[in-house]
């Protein structure tokens, strides 16, 4: 899939964003301006934190560069592709291939095992049977899971049960994992080690945008973004 833009002029960039403004319910009375032009980029192998106040707009953003929500102005660019200007069948396409997602709630499917759970991503991916069941315990022992492979997620701690997220969005071998307060539900030293996965994902190449309100974890970012009153008021190099 090739850029749609003709001369663009391609960068090395993973993820660049330009101008993101959004505005819910635009010209009616309750009219909110939620991001008031937002710019980054991101290359292979990096890992932000983007950090706000409630209600600053960092899921927002997220959806939006995930391809889920789109933005009232400006553009998400993701290897060069502006992701929408694409078609729907196309913009489901390129998540699909580049894009993995991680939630504070894991998201697990209660009756199915951590193996399955990863698993079954692969399958809509076309993957199946030996492959499928190579490719998912490589994962979990990617997140040192291994040995609970055949676990329910009701018999795996909040920590393991983010771990095989994890092992979950990574079964398409995606470019980028967006996480939307990964650590929210754990505590202070399983969030630690969740967020050695996430470094040891990006000596792998995996570029991670994370949304979180620990400060001590944001610190563990390359770079840490502050989003207040619709703007990037401040970024920390870290």
Request: net charge negative; charged share 25%.
């Given at each position: 899939?090739?850029?749609?833009?003709?001369?663009?002029?391609?960068?090395?960039?993973?993820l660049e964003i330009q101008d993101i403004e959004k505005i819910f319910n635009e010209g009616k009375r309750n009219e909110v301006n939620v991001l008031k032009g937002i710019d980054f980029q991101m290359q292979a192998g990096q890992f932000f934190a983007l950090m706000g106040p409630s209600g600053s707009g960092k899921s927002t953003l997220l959806n939006i560069v995930g391809g889920l929500l789109k933005s009232s102005?400006?553009?998400?660019?993701?290897?060069?592709?502006?992701?929408?200007?694409?078609?729907?069948?196309?913009?489901?396409?390129?998540?699909?291939?580049?894009?993995?997602?991680?939630?504070?709630?894991?998201?697990?499917?209660?009756?199915?095992?951590?193996?399955?759970?990863?698993?079954?991503?692969?399958?809509?991916?076309?993957?199946?049977?030996?492959?499928?069941?190579?490719?998912?315990?490589?994962?979990?022992?990617?997140?040192?899971?291994?040995?609970?492979?055949?676990?329910?997620?009701?018999?795996?701690?909040?920590?393991?049960?983010?771990?095989?997220?994890?092992?979950?969005?990574?079964?398409?071998?995606?470019?980028?994992?967006?996480?939307?307060?990964?650590?929210?539900?754990?505590?202070?030293?399983?969030?630690?080690?969740?967020?050695?996965?996430?470094?040891?994902?990006?000596?792998?190449?995996?570029?991670?945008?994370?949304?979180?309100?620990?400060?001590?974890?944001?610190?563990?970012?390359?770079?840490?973004?502050?989003?207040?009153?619709?703007?990037?008021?401040?970024?920390?190099?870290?």
């Amino acid at each position: 899939m090739e850029s749609t833009a003709p001369n663009s002029t391609l960068s090395n960039n993973i993820l660049e964003i330009q101008d993101i403004e959004k505005i819910f319910n635009e010209g009616k009375r309750n009219e909110v301006n939620v991001l008031k032009g937002i710019d980054f980029q991101m290359q292979a192998g990096q890992f932000f934190a983007l950090m706000g106040p409630s209600g600053s707009g960092k899921s927002t953003l997220l959806n939006i560069v995930g391809g889920l929500l789109k933005s009232s102005a400006g553009t998400v660019k993701i290897k060069n592709i502006d992701i929408y200007s694409l078609k729907d069948d196309q913009l489901t396409a390129l998540r699909g291939a580049n894009i993995g997602w991680i939630f504070q709630s894991f998201g697990l499917i209660d009756n199915l095992t951590a193996l399955e759970n990863i698993i079954v991503p692969l399958n809509l991916a076309g993957i199946k049977d030996k492959d499928a069941y190579t490719r998912a315990m490589e994962l979990l022992s990617l997140v040192g899971l291994e040995d609970r492979a055949d676990h329910f997620p009701d018999g795996l701690s909040g920590g393991q049960k983010q771990r095989v997220a994890i092992a979950r969005a990574l079964a398409n071998d995606p470019l980028i994992l967006y996480a939307d307060e990964p650590t929210g539900n754990l505590d202070t030293k399983t969030g630690v080690e969740i967020i050695e996965i996430f470094k040891k994902l990006t000596k792998m190449g995996k570029s991670i945008l994370m949304v979180t309100h620990d400060v001590k974890l944001a610190h563990a970012a390359d770079q840490v973004f502050i989003l207040r009153n619709g703007k990037v008021e401040a970024e920390m190099e870290i």
